[in-house]
Every structure is written in structure tokens, then in C-alpha cells.
């Protein structure tokens, strides 16, 4: 059974960093891309973006929203892929999804990040 | 960026009833690869996203045979053909031709 879990979600300040994780099991992670969507409190979903596998390169795309201060990186040994948040804005706050592909076959349950003063 | 509109916003269906949402994309989600990269989601309330329909017309495994999607190019459909009421939830139709990839602003299904 393919299971994504998020974690890492918190309160934090603007201006400031996070990190979140995403582990997955129950398929070969190094097989796919992985991705990550997100959603403020009570709107619709917004893409963030995606790595590819390492035999296509291992890069990144990037939403225009969070160019330059988000990046997504993976450790395949570990099945993980992370989302490094710097300088993160008030409106960064919402439900943060980790998904299986670039397009996204399946979806963790979620990590809440609140950026807040 | 590809605009992906969806409509109508707010869909009250009778049970049993059928219901369809429309997805507009503002360019032709058709890849140079041949593939349409065009999906639908829906999201229950307090759940996650999940996958129903990817490639316009693909059932996600699991996915009961109620839900379909059609069309071509730039517009786009799901079709349930006969609403129950665990159907009830917001439904997204996404694109991942084009990066940067895009949601639709999200149908709201619920019944009369």
C-alpha cells in the first residue's frame, strides 16, 4: 500500500525557515517524482512543485509564488523528500501535501504550516 | 501561466441524479509528448485530495465507474452519472501539461 506521511508543519514568524519531510513507503521512491501542493485555510489547492527521479536529473520546478525561497530536494536512500521554506510570508500558511509524481497519483494527509507574528 | 476555470462553482444535485463539472483550460493541454495531462480530484471535507481521473478519461484504480471524464484540447469534463451521497466534496480539475502546473479554482458538490 503506498503511504506518503508529511511532517515537520509548525508555527513560525515571518521571515523565517522550515523544513518539511515527506517519507514514503510501500512503492520504490526512487521510481518517481515527488511533488508537493498546498492549501490555505478554506481555499483551493495551489502547486508548489516537483523533483524528478535522478535518472532525469533530479530537478526542479517551481511555482512562481515561492521561486527562490522554496526548494525541494530528496534522499532516495531514506525514501524522503524535503521542502526547504526560507523566508517564509504570511501567506505561506496553509496545508502543505506531499504527492507521488509530478502530477500527483497519490496524496499524504497533510502538514499545517502557520506563519504568524 | 495556464488559467484552468472551472464551472459552475456550486453544483446542488439531487441523490441519484446525475451531476457534470466543466474545466476550461486557457491553452491546449495537449503535450508534444501526444499526451493530454489533464486531471480530476476530489477532496471530502476534512480529507485530503485524491486522485479520481488523470489523462482526461483514465480511472485512478479504485475509483468507482460513476465518475468519467471527457473532452479535448482546452475543455474538459467529469461526469458522475449518478450522485451518491458520499460523492459530496469539493472537486478539482488539474493540469500537468504546462509548468507551472495549475488547479482549477475547485466545484463544490453537495445535495439538495
Known amino acids: 500500500e503506498v503511504q506518503l506521511v508529511e511532517s515537520g508543519g509548525d508555527l513560525v514568524r515571518p521571515g523565517r525557515s522550515l523544513r518539511l519531510s515527506c517519507t514514503g513507503s510501500g512503492f520504490t521512491f526512487g521510481d518517481y517524482a515527488m511533488s508537493w501542493a498546498r492549501q490555505a485555510p478554506g481555499k483551493g489547492l495551489e502547486w508548489v512543485g516537483f523533483?524528478?527521479?535522478?535518472?532525469?536529473?533530479?530537478?526542479?520546478e517551481y511555482a512562481a509564488s515561492v521561486e527562490g525561497r522554496f526548494f525541494i530536494s530528496r534522499d532516495d536512500s531514506e525514501s524522503i523528500a524535503y521542502l526547504q521554506m526560507n523566508g517564509l510570508k504570511i501567506e505561506d500558511t496553509g496545508v502543505y501535501y506531499c504527492?507521488?509524481?509530478?502530477?500527483?497519483?497519490?496524496w499524504g494527509q497533510g502538514t499545517l504550516v502557520t506563519v504568524a507574528s | 501561466d495556464i488559467v484552468m476555470t472551472q464551472t459552475p462553482l456550486s453544483s446542488p444535485v439531487t441523490l441519484g441524479q446525475p451531476a457534470s463539472i466543466s474545466c476550461r483550460s486557457s491553452q491546449s493541454l495537449v503535450h508534444s509528448d501526444g499526451n493530454t495531462y489533464l486531471s480530476w480530484l476530489q477532496q471530502r471535507p476534512g480529507q485530503p485530495p485524491r486522485l479520481l481521473i488523470y489523462k482526461i478519461s483514465n480511472h485512478f484504480p479504485g475509483v468507482p465507474d460513476r465518475f468519467s471524464g471527457s473532452g479535448r484540447g482546452t475543455d474538459f469534463t467529469l461526469t458522475i452519472s449518478r450522485v451518491e451521497a458520499e460523492d459530496v466534496g469539493v472537486y478539482y480539475c488539474m493540469q500537468a501539461t504546462h509548468v507551472p502546473y495549475t488547479f482549477g479554482q475547485g466545484t463544490k458538490l453537495e445535495i439538495k
Open positions: 504527492r507521488r509524481g509530478d502530477a500527483g497519483d497519490f
Open positions: 523533483i524528478r527521479k535522478e535518472t532525469y536529473g533530479g530537478t526542479a
